[in-house]
């Protein structure tokens, strides 16, 4: 089968063909790939940003956003079934470590992995090997590549902002940083889960303008003056929490000055450095929270989310042929939405 | 090896001669066991009463309340290994449902089992099929036949504890009804996680005299004066939360009595029927909450206090052999604690 | 001034020419009433079904779901000032106890009233007092009369919801029984604060056809066969959440058989009695939740829904020399929505 | 009367006489000081570091912390009586804006006040004139000097310890960074309150040696090898919670080190700066969360536990003469415990 591999960082990657993966134990599930999702930290891996802490075995296959169909499944395998159609958790988790026990499977203490990114070939390919404790079945009439993305990147969003639903009742505001590919799929699901007001602060005039269509309420110009154009959207106080989901280049600064007093600060985004003194903790009882991926369950709701017209992607595919194409147009910004690879 | 089996209803188990069970499926484990606890529910079956909703095939080994240790395991077994000490929880759930992904095993809508209750074979015998997802590892050091009764015994009160301590902050008063096996590890978990007052009402001076060894601030006779004393003990107001342990033959409208507005009665026990005006709820803002065994993190927890000795049991060790007896002791009333039958 | 009063009970009431209320405390307030919503609890209190819990001296004036403009304050009020248009919490509270202290009003233990429905007189009259602590400030443009019945029906509406939403996420479903006046407003909270699958069920297909509109995703008329109906809607589980917004004349059975497993059954309405198996809790793990009115904050959060239009109440309006006309209507089911006087 | 005034920063304060304060509004509460705490914020006041922020008109008169009886009250309060006993809350709140509402009067967004820390008279003098919002009421056995301390120092540890309750089951780690007054009382109100590992961190080990016999379950040397001491005792893991009472001088960072994936560094002390990647918010799932002082309820609790003997102070007294004496004995480490004036 064809696999997007990569054999040397800071090279572009090759399309090789390789052998299909097969099963090698009870709860594996081999999935035939129906979109693969081609995600900013693709570019980070052929960087060579993520070697040290992942150490993969080079070549291997990259792709951490996947859908498709079950092709094979283990022994143990009870939840899916051959035929199915299913979205893929990006992490498959040991389900017998007290994390796992708990729900908190990003917290898995087992042996969990992360196809694409630890030392286990990825999705953008023919066929994937994960794991039954991945597999979320659904409508078989859902074209896997119209979903894949929500497998890494919406998955996240949803995650950040599921756990500040109870914080987001009627008179509080919720404050988005970065109208990104997260950040769109955070505003249709703060519309969708809370009657929060909904202020999302970016760069681009035109991401303002998307967000606008898909739930924003108010939309702040990040131009230098955005810190004190919240508090004016916010009787003063700035945001009830506040989704920082770029969280580098000082923008984790501002986060923090636009959260309101006993307000949370989540930090989704990454690259930066988070700093204020710890009189700002103590003085207004203000918070940091930290986000990672999200649950198997968070992706399994965010699906009913999906498949009720609530959360909606942008997509552009490409064939996997064109996997260099499509990463190339990601790091030139020419992609709206999300890229994805069709096998 | 030998069995206590069911043949018939209303006639005493038979301890027969059987063949080992085997591994059957990739998570499977043998446990070879150490002590297996003598239930009240274990008449209960032995009566029919539980034949119909579970149905199993007759004869078949009873016996729910499992602690021993790892004889051997299925090949997708990650958590334990060979010669590894282990309590048993009494349901192994699937692990792939959303309820099981959630941490709510109990309601596990995938193939969980009861051994020793629904149509599997229990751990009154030298060895016993369960599952992976049940076993929780031990210190090595630790006697199976003094726990084993944590398994369902105190797992269930154990549950409704835990569930209730953000409620029971200081100045907020607990009402333990019933203070026999379960009762006596619940007081024991309300003492180790709280610091709210333990009010115990039994009918049974003796066993308010062990409650106050063991952590009640107060006890009452329950002799029909209860509930104008646990009022009075609460200025006026009952428990916070309830813990009805009896919930039958009148109990369950006590507790209901007992419980303070914006109160919340946990029944535990079974038997009876509830019944209250819906004006109650409304007037009162009052609450009932249902309660049922525990998840196998909540075991798992149990444990940690069990091992600190924070929580203890009192037990009586029977030959396996001498199953039927310890069955009528506890029948009629002669066993203090829990009877344990080891292989 | 002129207010409606209860002489008698099984009588109509009379509008009589009453002096004007004077401040009598520091916490007081006077406010010109704008609208005084028309309920089915006035009836009750016109047949006598309140006069043992109440007790109130007669003649009295009724009126307890209030709105209009402050009309004078005492010198401890800070909150509002005259002039102010404001909608009026239910019940002033006495904001010392620890109840008022942890942001339950309700359950005040306190100097509490409730205006209209305990000894004092209530809002069907040209001017009512009240305290500072009942007076949530609104945008001056609001009409008091359009708003005027969210001050009982659609608090309490809103309380019940509002402490379900953490239950509520996607993939869930609530069950709504009984779309009158409470329902509408529940019906729209839920569609505003979560995800969850909405459906309505009620005896009158009318009231279905308005609940669609206003949010409902599945509508099912209650003949009967309704219980089958919504198990059929959830998979075999029945309502994650059910809102019993009925609770009388065996509704209460139906709502608790249409609660899911580890499920919540929460009664709003009143009149019937609530009966069931002590072993239904034990072995579904089911729940009863009980719901009184709701908080100062309640009231405050839903202004906001009602002030960005995501809560909407169906009204006609009657003079204040019509009440008698307006509660003969009300009790002859001649009123859709809501009937108001405005003085 | 006589009372320790500031008259310039950077100077011992005064003995002076003064007026007694009177009732000024329907609220107020005069208070006979029976015990007024000696603090470390007080020599931060001298040193004039408060200045900017508070602004008191000088002189002014300190103290903070204050317990005694009830001298006079206003018309409008319900809730204390001339004669009662009674501890203050630090901050007394407006009760009537949306935060007081909720419970969380720290957060007040109307007239609260701090009297000896904001420009209004404090409590090292014999009467003290503060809202009946700050008055808990005590049991009329209770000598104030002996719990004056627990009105602000108490407060803060305990508020800190009860947010933290839900995360700290059994099987996790607490770890108290800072074995001083704060941490003393967090100590106990962790033993009270959960039973999770209790591991203390201090420089001092006499200040260790107490902290084992009020309940820590290990301690460790803060020594440079400190933070790998902790992820020993917990796995490899770091504390589920921990309790930052230093929060400065570096320790702060080593807060954030001993701090598990997915737990929670709660900063209570302050003077520091936090700073971290933001990378560790999302690899490690971790969170920092603030804390200030404490709610009324807090108070109202914390004395439950304190009225129960499970919290306990090690106090010395001085006559309110001999402030300076006392002021400069804690300045130079001379107090064990607290310093507590008594008029």
């Known amino acids: 089968m064809k696999a997007v591999r990569v054999h040397d960082y800071h090279k572009p990657p090759l399309v090789d063909e390789v052998p299909e993966p097969t099963l090698t134990g009870p709860l594996d599930v081999i999935v035939k790939i129906g979109g693969a999702g081609v995600c900013r930290t693709d570019l980070h891996i052929l960087e060579g940003q993520w070697a040290e ?10 792709g951490h956003e996947n859908a498709g169909w079950v092709h094979a499944i283990g022994e ?21 470590c007290l994390a796992c026990r708990r729900g908190t499977d990003m917290q898995c203490t087992g042996d969990a992995f992360f196809p694409g990114l630890s030392n286990n070939d990825g999705g953008m390919a023919e066929y994937l090997r994960t794991s039954a404790r991945a597999c979320v079945k659904l409508d078989p009439a859902t074209n896997p590549a119209d979903v894949a993305a929500l497998a890494d990147a919406g998955i996240t969003a949803y995650h950040a902002v599921r756990k500040a639903v109870p914080l987001l009742y009627p008179g509080t ?28 602060v970016d760069r681009n005039p035109e991401a303002l303008e998307l967000a606008k269509e898909i739930g924003a309420d108010e939309t702040v110009v990040a131009d230098g003056s955005h810190i004190e ?32 007093p006993a307000g949370h600060d989540f930090i989704i985004g990454y690259g930066g450095e988070f700093r204020a003194p710890t009189l700002d903790f103590v003085g207004g009882e203000k918070n940091v929270i930290g986000n990672i ?4 369950n968070d992706l399994a709701e965010l699906m009913v989310l999906a498949q009720a017209g609530k959360v909606t992607l942008h997509t552009r595919q490409y064939a996997l042929e064109d996997a260099v194409q499509a990463l190339d147009d990601l790091d030139h910004g020419r992609v709206r939405g999300r890229a994805i690879l069709v096998p």
């Open 53 to 62: 802490a992942m150490n993969p075995e080079l070549p291997y296959t990259i």
């Open 76 to 96: 143990g395998v009870t939840n899916v079934a051959v035929g199915d159609t299913v979205i893929l958790h990006p992490q498959p988790s040991c389900g017998l």
């Open 173 to 200: 505001a919720a404050v988005v940083q970065g109208a990104g590919g997260l950040g769109h799929i955070g505003i249709q699901c703060l519309a969708a889960l809370t009657a929060t007001k909904i202020i999302v």
């Open 229 to 260: 154009a919240v508090k004016d959207l916010t009787g003063g106080n700035g945001g009830t929490v506040v989704f920082d989901f770029v969280a580098e280049q000082g923008a984790e600064y501002d986060a923090w000055q636009m959260t309101a």
């Open 293 to 296: 991926v999200g649950t198997y």
